[in-house]
């Protein structure tokens, strides 16, 4: 069974550009073998991030991420069974935020930033659609 998964998070300490390359990195090794696809935002301290795959996988990974010190207030933004992946082409997709216009963050929320904190996880992944279609994430596997 498939499920979707989204979760937002602080990062502690913010990363630098070469942590956030080590992580995508990471992910991407280890995602295939799990049967995990998905998508990064990572902007000013905030993760955003869609998994797919198998329950128990998603799970697993969605625990390690949550006991992991480098995240905090992390929250689980949305959860579903899913008949398909809609991040099937991305072991582990990332947000490119130098082609993130900001209206589009201004379409999802109050202001032009990334705050998932603020908005539902419907509207973030909405936001995540969106992004997928203006080819802002890359990282394609």
Known sequence: MLVRLMYVSRAVPA??????????????????AMGITGALCYSEGIFLQVLEGGRGAVNRLYCAVAADPRHTDVELLSYEETAERRFAGWAMGQVNMSRLNPAVLLKYSERPVLDPYAVSGAVSMALFEELMATASIVGQS
Request: hydrophobic fraction near 35%; proline fraction near 11%.
């Open 15 to 32: 990363l630098d550009p070469e942590e956030l390359g080590a992580i995508l990195r990471q992910s991407r090794a280890h995602n295939p």
